[in-house]
Structure formats: structure tokens, C-alpha cells
């Protein structure tokens, strides 16, 4: 079923203890849909790119058949850059350089053809303009958003007013804490899902995610990488496997959402192996499904005699 992704498309700067790039391809919609594509083959991307974007990052996308129709191209200025460090632990990094270029003047239009996506994945963009999206689109089963602690700190009116809109929230554990002002997590997430999402997914990094929905609490474990050298895009690739497999199944269910936490854990661990999206970019079908075997083992707990 078709999956609308709504997000930046960039170029990003990095370093981390285990080396460094000055520059490749980044940005939430581009992390959603790569993950995205190994599942469903009906990916519209609507973003706004510059004058310097790469044919061979256009050719990437469409490479993955992620429609373009409804990628911007400003020739007035350059894509938004965003160059940032992050510490040896890599749970910490520090913003060294944003430059938002066309990105400033961002307008999500959404053309006719994508209006009727069954599933709408609002990466992390301006409350405003996820609203704006929602408001060209027509009853899609299921909209999913992702948002961060700049926007609860910075649009916590707009940002509540679009969480009424959505059905369900991706977050980190930090940014349920701040939005809920509870720092319980399972406390953190009812003051949540009463601001409208009816479920919520909140990330713990290393630690794995929870799921929430419905009176059921899944908690799923990250899948144990052993060569992480950049957790980059590592969420935006979550959210993107997580809705590519429901996309893919066409299926809402609890059960089905379950299954969707494990592919996103799956894509998640694969993207942290490689700086950027490298290693999104040529993935095999083996190698994703005997990794959400492994995983499933990895979580099975044995009976108690």
C-alpha cells in the first residue's frame, strides 16, 4: 500500500570516534524511505532539495523506486547541510554547523497523485508543516510522526495541536519525559497518548523501544551491533522499516505492529554500521530477514520449569 514520506532531504557532515565524512547524503526523508523500500514498492517523498543535489543521490532514490514527483528542486540556493560530532559513547553529539539554505523556505506541497496514501510518515519537520500535510491528505489508515526537543521546546502549542491529528508518536526516551513533564516512561506515555496519538513508540537507543498501543506494552530489545560507526539517521530508519512493513502487510493490528517494531530494530542496526545511509543503499532480502530470525531468537525467553 502506498506510503507517503514527508521530511528533510540533506547532506550532513560527521565524526565520530572511529572516523570522519564532510559530507553525504542525510535528512529524515531520505532515511524513511530507503528503509522503507525494502518492504514497500509505493514510496512518494516529498522534500525540497538545492541546486547542488547529486545526480547520483537523485539517481539513489529512484534507484529504490521512491517517487519523486514531489521532491522540490530550489536553484535559488544549496540543500540544508547539517555537520555535527558526537562523543565516544555516542548517545551525545554536538551541532557543529547548520546551514538550512531552501530548506528555510520549505512549503510541503503534496501532489494529487499522493494524496490517498493509505500511510503518512511525518519525519521531523516543523509542527506546522506536518499539519499542513495532514490537511492535503485524505483519511490515510494510518499517520505516523516523529518530532524532537527543540520543537517541544520551541512550538509546544502547534506541536500539541498536531498530536491530535496523529495516530501514532515516535519519540526518543528524553523527548517523552520533556513533552509529558513525568519521568516515568510508562507514566510518560498515558500523558501522551491523552494528547491524541493512540500509540506511541518510544526509543531507548541501545536499550531498544517500547510500543504502546491499545492496553498492550511491547518492549522490544536492540538488536546487539558490534561495529557501530555512526548512529546517524539510526530513528528516521526505524520509523522507516517499522511503516514500510506495515505498508507492506497493509495490516494495523497489534500483533502486526509488533512484528513492524522488530523490522525497524532490524533496519535500525543495519544503518549504524556505515557512515550516513551506505549501508541502506545495497541491502539483500537475506540479509534482513536472517537478522529478524536472529533477533526473534535473541528476545525468546525459555519456559520456567
Same mark, same amino acid.
Given at each position: 500500500?502506498?506510503?507517503?514520506? +514527508?521530511?528533510?532531504?540533506?547532506?550532513?557532515?560527521?565524526?565520530?570516534?572511529?572516523?570522519?565524512?564532510?559530507?553525504?547524503?542525510?535528512?529524515?526523508?531520505?532515511? $524513511?524511505?530507503?528503509?522503507?523500500?525494502?518492504? @514497500?514498492?509505493?514510496?512518494?517523498?516529498?522534500?525540497?532539495?538545492?541546486?547542488?543535489?547529486?545526480?547520483?543521490?537523485?539517481? $539513489?532514490?529512484?534507484?529504490?523506486?521512491?517517487?519523486? #514527483?514531489?521532491?522540490?528542486?530550489?536553484?535559488?540556493?544549496?540543500?540544508?547541510?547539517?555537520?555535527?560530532?558526537?562523543?565516544?559513547?555516542?548517545?551525545?553529539?554536538?551541532?557543529?554547523?547548520?546551514? /538550512?539554505?531552501?530548506?528555510?523556505?520549505?512549503?510541503? +506541497?503534496?501532489?494529487?497523485? %499522493?494524496?490517498?496514501?493509505? %500511510?503518512?510518515?511525518?519525519?521531523?519537520?516543523?509542527?506546522?508543516?506536518?499539519?499542513? +500535510? /495532514?490537511? #492535503?491528505? #485524505?483519511?490515510?489508515?494510518? =499517520?505516523?510522526?516523529?518530532?524532537?526537543?527543540?520543537?517541544?521546546?520551541?512550538?509546544?502549542?502547534?506541536?500539541?495541536?498536531?498530536?491530535?491529528?496523529?495516530?501514532?508518536? =515516535?519519540?526518543?526516551?528524553?523527548?517523552? !519525559?520533556?513533552?509529558?513533564?513525568?519521568?516515568?516512561?510508562?507514566?510518560?506515555?498515558?500523558?501522551?497518548?491523552?494528547?491524541?496519538?493512540? @500509540?506511541?513508540?518510544?526509543?531507548?537507543?541501545?536499550?531498544?523501544?517500547?510500543?504502546?498501543?491499545?492496553?498492550?506494552?511491547?518492549?522490544?530489545?536492540?538488536?546487539?551491533?558490534?561495529?557501530?560507526?555512526?548512529?546517524?539517521?539510526?530513528?528516521?530508519?526505524?520509523?522507516?522499516?517499522?511503516?514500510?512493513?506495515?505498508?507492506?502487510?497493509?495490516?494495523?493490528?497489534?500483533?502486526?505492529? !509488533?512484528?513492524?517494531?522488530?523490522?525497524?530494530? +532490524?533496519?535500525?542496526?543495519?544503518?549504524?554500521?556505515?557512515?550516513?545511509?551506505?549501508?541502506?543503499?545495497?541491502?539483500?532480502?537475506?540479509?534482513?530477514?536472517?537478522? %529478524?530470525?536472529?533477533?526473534?531468537?535473541?528476545?525468546?525467553?525459555?519456559?520456567?520449569?
Amino acid at each position: 500500500m502506498s506510503l507517503l514520506v +514527508v521530511g528533510s532531504v540533506a547532506y550532513d557532515g560527521i565524526e565520530t570516534p572511529f572516523g570522519k565524512i564532510d559530507r553525504i547524503l542525510g535528512g529524515s526523508a531520505t532515511y $524513511l524511505s530507503l528503509s522503507a523500500s525494502y518492504f @514497500s514498492r509505493d514510496i512518494n517523498l516529498v522534500g525540497v532539495v538545492g541546486r547542488d543535489f547529486a545526480d547520483e543521490d537523485i539517481n $539513489l532514490l529512484k534507484n529504490h523506486d521512491i517517487d519523486l #514527483q514531489g521532491l522540490q528542486v530550489d536553484e535559488s540556493g544549496d540543500t540544508f547541510f547539517w555537520k555535527g560530532k558526537y562523543h565516544f559513547d555516542l548517545n551525545n553529539r554536538d551541532t557543529l554547523d547548520t546551514q /538550512l539554505n531552501v530548506f528555510e523556505r520549505f512549503d510541503p +506541497v503534496i501532489p494529487a497523485g %499522493y494524496r490517498d496514501a493509505r %500511510y503518512v510518515a511525518l519525519g521531523n519537520i516543523e509542527p506546522s508543516l506536518q499539519e499542513k +500535510v /495532514l490537511d #492535503q491528505v #485524505q483519511k490515510p489508515d494510518l =499517520v505516523v510522526m516523529d518530532t524532537m526537543n527543540f520543537w517541544i521546546e520551541g512550538t509546544p502549542d502547534a506541536l500539541k495541536q498536531t498530536l491530535t491529528r496523529v495516530d501514532l508518536l =515516535v519519540i526518543n526516551d528524553s523527548e517523552a !519525559r520533556e513533552l509529558s513533564g513525568e519521568p516515568n516512561l510508562f507514566k510518560a506515555a498515558d500523558k501522551v497518548r491523552a494528547m491524541g496519538p493512540s @500509540s506511541l513508540i518510544i526509543k531507548k537507543g541501545e536499550h531498544g523501544a517500547l510500543l504502546f498501543t491499545g492496553d498492550e506494552i511491547f518492549s522490544a530489545p536492540a538488536f546487539p551491533v558490534i561495529d557501530i560507526f555512526d548512529p546517524t539517521g539510526a530513528g528516521d530508519t526505524f520509523m522507516g522499516g517499522f511503516l514500510g512493513w506495515v505498508a507492506y502487510t497493509n495490516d494495523t493490528s497489534p500483533t502486526n505492529l !509488533r512484528k513492524a517494531v522488530i523490522f525497524g530494530s +532490524v533496519m535500525a542496526s543495519f544503518c549504524v554500521e556505515k557512515f550516513g545511509p551506505e549501508r541502506l543503499k545495497n541491502l539483500t532480502e537475506k540479509e534482513i530477514y536472517d537478522r %529478524y530470525r536472529e533477533f526473534r531468537r535473541l528476545s525468546q525467553i525459555p519456559e520456567v520449569d
